[in-house]
């Protein structure tokens, strides 16, 4: 399921070459404008703060949701946890549309690229749109083929088939299909309806740090490679509140798909890591790395674009609609309604911050 996101991803690269160096730009160099904000040698201090700030502020927003597990109240059987996750997947959501996608939009209609053909069709939704189906093949194809051949020896035969597609016999099928599927994946013994939720709840752990993890590091990389003093102080308080709000819901996925300790460390590394290691490789790449070369802006973009698809589908999809529309919310409309209330104020919230970022 990785390595096929990962090969979406890749698509922004093979764009990339796949275009005529004619296509690229007008004038081959896109000039940058005199600024009194360049500063190299100021940068970089800031550049070495914003490593170390980040990577703290990422780990303590991914890590409450983790922490507060010991508290009653926000145990996910409860109706605050549903609460707070509504406001995280709305951050997620929000970080999507208002912070990733018009970044992506930006750099593809920048003026250093040739009027044609990336003043004259929007990439940037093409390729949002592309990658949020693809997620949703990938979440859906991969659950199933895995299904397939993990249920051989479950599979009914032809007398259980006919039988199975009526009353009791299809609901014993149902059962035994969700059970052996999650003892392989290593899911403690429960309800079938349990099981199978619980395997929802790891694939979109999955996917979604794969589509985080794409665009931390592509802004870090921004970041980075940029030596304007101004820029960067903006950047860096922005990506602090950004960072610990997105690891507030990626940490609420991670929590639901109740991993062992040791993939909760990895998961939560590699969300923390990602950012600064952009931004150590934009150091890196500094001299060879220009923000408004044709060949970044395009390459970013690209990438930019595939993320923010990720990132929607999943936050609309497997995190508000599922919970939305599950047994508990549908049970209680005042639970929906403050629900309801801490999605707009976190994207309301997360909106805000695109301002600065």
């Known amino acids: ?156 035969d032809s007398t259980t088939s006919t039988n199975a597609t009526h009353g009791d016999g299809q609901e014993m099928f149902v059962a035994r299909t969700g059970l052996s599927l999650a003892s392989h994946l290593g899911v403690k013994k429960g309800s079938a309806d349990s099981q199978v939720q619980l395997l929802r709840y790891r694939v979109v752990a999955m996917v979604l740090e794969l589509g985080i993890d794409v665009h931390s590091v592509v802004i870090g990389l921004s970041l980075g490679a940029s030596s304007n003093i101004c820029t960067i102080k903006g950047l860096l308080v922005a990506l602090c509140f950004h960072q610990m709000l997105e690891g507030m819901g990626f940490g609420g996925c991670i929590l639901q798909a109740e991993y062992n300790l040791l993939k909760r460390v990895i998961m939560v590394f590699f969300f923390s890591v990602t950012t600064p290691f952009g931004i150590a490789l934009g150091i890196a790449l500094s001299k060879a790395y220009k923000e408004n070369s044709p060949s970044s802006l395009i390459t970013v973009g690209l990438l930019n674009a595939s993320s923010a698809g990720i990132m929607i589908y999943m936050a609309l999809v497997d995190l508000l609609f599922a919970d939305f529309m599950g047994p508990t919310m549908q049970a209680c409309i005042k639970l929906q309604i403050k629900s309801y209330i801490a999605v707009l104020l976190g994207a309301g ?9």
């Open 1 to 156: 399921m990785a390595t096929s996101l990962l090969k979406l991803i890749s698509i922004g690269f093979i764009l990339v070459s796949s275009f005529p160096p004619q296509a690229v730009s007008a004038s081959g160099d896109c000039e940058t404008e005199s600024n009194s904000c360049k500063d190299k040698t100021g940068a970089l201090p800031l550049k070495l703060i914003a490593i170390v700030s980040i990577l703290v502020t990422s780990m303590i927003g991914v890590c409450i949701p983790l922490v507060t597990r010991s508290v009653p109240a926000m145990r996910p059987d409860r109706n605050l946890f549903v609460i707070v996750k509504s406001f995280a997947a709305s951050i997620i959501l929000a970080s999507g549309f208002m912070h990733v996608l018009p970044d992506s939009f930006d750099m593809l209609r920048s003026k250093c690229l040739k009027e044609s053909p990336w003043h004259k069709f929007p990439f940037s939704g093409l390729l949002a749109m592309l990658s949020a189906v693809v997620t949703l093949m990938v979440d859906s194809m991969a659950t199933s083929i895995y299904s397939q051949k993990r249920n051989i020896g479950v599979m009914p």
């Open 349 to 357: 919230g997360m909106s805000l911050m695109a301002k600065w970022e």
